[in-house]
Nanobody
């Protein structure tokens, strides 16, 4: 079955960087749109960034210029490079896969905390 596992979260000071990774298995990775979603306590969740099978990228305005999504189809991984982290980026970050045919799969999430 499809499995997604995130890694790379942690505690970082504001202005710092983290790189999240998501390893996929049980799917034809290259055909999926991949994305990162975050959920902060007391806030509405949001899609942070997506990358299509064709490499088209989109991201939420609040992270443009700071976060970069990328994928490695050979390794079946998607990444989120996060620079200049702000306290408001603190959230649980989830990797997800979109089959583009109505099927979605989610990882268990990884905590990212930007705090001094």
């Amino acid at each position: 079955q499809v499995q997604l596992v995130e890694s790379g979260g942690g505690l970082v000071q504001p202005g710092g960087s983290l790189r999240l990774s998501c390893a996929a298995s049980g799917m034809i990775f290259s055909s999926y749109t991949m994305g990162w979603y975050r959920q902060a306590p007391g806030k509405q969740g949001e899609v942070v960034a997506i990358i299509t099978s064709g490499g088209i990228i989109n991201s939420v305005n609040s992270v443009k210029g700071r976060f970069t999504i990328s994928r490695d189809n050979a390794k079946k991984k998607v990444y989120l490079q996060m620079n200049n982290l702000k306290p408001e980026d603190t959230a649980v970050y989830y990797c997800y896969a979109d089959s583009n045919y109505g099927n979605y799969y989610w990882g268990p999430g990884t905590q990212v905390t930007a705090s001094s």
